[in-house]
């Protein structure tokens, strides 16, 4: 009983206001939170499903980097809560709130210019959550570790080579998982006090106990020299001053007996492509397939996936692929690919590692390898991409391990030089 009473007294607080410029072309539509991913989701959807299968009813989004396709997103797909039950989903987008700067300042700062609406849910605790990963995690645990240890603040951690730390913000902890030191992407990152290898990696996910949070943010906002960022300002003054505890994903994380524990940062092209792809595995690391931890999102009224004509060349097929709903695959060779909504190919056609986000038009006998390509493209009759990358540098983006990204103004730009 004490779980669930933890999660009733609990929020998330999403932080989805990042533009995520890694991705390239892919957000210059929309904010990386709001990034299509494995067929028929959102990345968001991850940590609010989350939040929502550990039994917490009470969210925060909040936006800033071109919103409005993550606003509609979660307008459409998470419009399911009833107030009167007490559960809701706010988004709160930057609105000059508490002065005369519009934007949020740092992710503390977003947190800080929504105090008031934080005060009127009534909780005693706070998850901070990042927007843009996708994993599946238990919170209730990371809840119960907090309240059990006292702690002032509780980060989630994700144990990595300590030669893939430098990129994160690295903890040093002792035996009891106490943190004694948080350093931003150290050349030399602390090693895990029982094993030399390993690095304690932030996630990005902390909780607190609300009037802690609530009394530190005020502190933080008066403070000219901050920066208004957790990781930059707020953890390290309470590993400093406070009790900072450690909780390893490890501990939390949903998965199959035996399975590692999944965690992606779908930040570039490459991982993007790469995760994406890696779902069409036999038995893929991330399971969408587990009932008992779904990944909720807005789902189209859409008819089934249909295969067409049955000819040499002319073959609608696809092997080791995912086919969402509404996709035509008329005459198509699909293979290894993740094919998005209302997605439509034709005839004498190849999607070999195709990563095809929806409304994609993919026209007659085009040869696409090793691709992302952006939602809405028109591909042009006999297009050919992923033999030649000296070819398709002139006109697409191609990354350093060969992923190729199209997008309707790279088209329409080729189409114009032709």
């Known amino acids: 009983?004490?779980?669930?009473?933890?999660?009733?007294?609990?929020?998330?607080?999403?932080?989805?206001?990042?533009?995520?410029?890694?991705?390239?072309?892919?957000?210059?539509?929309?904010?990386?939170?709001?990034?299509?991913?494995?067929?028929?989701?959102?990345?968001?959807?991850?940590?609010?499903?989350?939040?929502?299968n550990s039994g917490i009813r009470r969210m925060a989004v909040?936006?800033?980097y071109k919103a409005h396709s993550l606003i509609r997103h979660m307008q459409r797909g998470w419009n399911f809560f009833r107030a009167e039950r007490n559960e809701f989903l706010d988004i709160l987008p930057a609105s000059q709130r508490s002065g005369t700067e519009s934007w949020y300042?740092?992710?503390?700062?977003?947190?800080?210019?929504n105090i008031d609406i934080v005060d009127?849910?009534?909780?005693?605790?706070?998850?901070?959550?990042?927007?843009?990963?996708?994993y599946k995690m238990d919170y209730e645990i990371m809840l119960r570790q907090h309240v059990e240890t006292s702690a002032d603040v509780t980060i989630g951690c994700l144990t990595v080579p300590r030669e893939e730390a430098t990129a994160f913000g690295v903890m040093a902890t002792d035996d009891t998982g106490r943190i004694t030191s948080f350093l931003e992407k150290?050349?030399?990152?602390?090693?895990?006090?029982?094993?030399?290898s390993k690095a304690l990696a932030s996630m990005g996910i902390y909780v607190f106990k609300w009037d802690f949070l609530r009394d530190l943010l005020e502190k933080d906002a008066e403070d000219t020299n901050s920066s208004h960022d957790f990781g930059n300002d707020l953890i390290p003054e309470i590993v400093k001053h406070g009790k900072a505890v450690a909780h390893r994903f490890d501990e939390s994380c949903v998965r199959a007996d035996?399975?590692?524990?999944?965690?992606k940062d779908v930040g570039t092209v490459d991982a993007f492509w790469e995760s994406n792809i890696d779902l069409t595995?036999?038995?893929?690391?991330?399971?969408?397939?587990?009932?008992?931890?779904?990944?909720?999102?807005y789902s189209e009224s859409v008819p089934p996936a249909k295969f067409i004509h049955d000819e040499h060349d002319r073959r609608g097929m696809a092997i080791s692929s995912?086919?969402?709903?509404?996709?035509?695959?008329?005459?198509?060779?699909?293979?290894?690919?993740?094919i998005f909504t209302n997605v439509h190919s034709n005839s004498y056609s190849v999607l070999d590692q195709a990563v095809v986000l929806p409304r994609v038009v993919v026209n007659r006998s085009a040869r696409l390898r090793q691709v992302v390509i952006d939602s809405g493209v028109i591909i042009p009759e006999g297009l050919v991409v992923g033999e030649d990358p000296v070819e398709d540098a002139k006109w697409f983006r191609v990354t350093e391990r060969g992923t190729t990204l199209i997008t309707q103004p790279m088209l329409d730009k080729r189409a114009a030089s032709l």
């Open 281 to 297: 595995d036999f038995t893929p690391e991330l399971d969408l397939w587990d009932k008992s931890w779904p990944i909720w999102t």
């Open 1 to 52: 009983m004490e779980t669930k009473r933890l999660t009733q007294r609990s929020m998330v607080f999403v932080l989805a206001g990042g533009r995520g410029s890694r991705l390239k072309e892919l957000t210059d539509k929309r904010v990386k939170p709001a990034v299509y991913f494995g067929g028929k989701t959102r990345i968001i959807d991850f940590a609010l499903s989350n939040a929502m």
């Open 186 to 196: 150290p050349a030399d990152p602390p090693a895990t006090p029982e094993d030399p």
């Open 62 to 64: 909040a936006t800033q």
């Open 120 to 134: 009127s849910y009534g909780v005693d605790y706070v998850i901070i959550l990042a927007g843009d990963h996708i």
């Open 105 to 113: 300042k740092g992710t503390a700062d977003a947190v800080t210019q």
């Open 322 to 338: 995912m086919i969402s709903g509404g996709c035509i695959i008329s005459g198509t060779e699909v293979r290894n690919s993740v």
């Open 258 to 263: 035996g399975a590692p524990a999944y965690w």
